[in-house]
């Protein structure tokens, strides 16, 4: 397996639930090391470019709005195999359908609130570590 870095962002619901310690803990407790976090508002600029895939659908609008109502904590995680290791974590996107158990599943509501984002491929956690980090905030260790 190898050693993948992935973001994380820790979403609204998640920040005013005040729940983000407890599914940090779940990630560091997998053996994950944090190599980036930081809290940030998002505007709309960055949130069009993350959201660039959904950009013109007619449910973006909702998107910006639930995203950008509190700040949100950005985290770069590293481990053996992070990315779909977060993922399984975090369960499906879905809350509703989302295991007990896993950090959706517990935690989340729906398909919106689901208290994390999570890269999904090398390429998007490269891309998306690069839009919400400058290279001097990210450790190395």
Known sequence: MATQT?????KPDAVSKNITGEVLSR???EGFSIQGI?????DDAILRDHYSHVADKPFFPEIVEFMSKTPVIALALKGENAIDKVRDLLGPTNSETAPKGTVRGDLGEDMMINVCHASDSPEAAEAEIKRFFKDEEIFAY
């Open 27 to 29: 990630f560091q407790k």
């Open 6 to 10: 992935t973001l994380i962002l820790f």
């Open 38 to 42: 930081k809290m940030m508002q998002l």
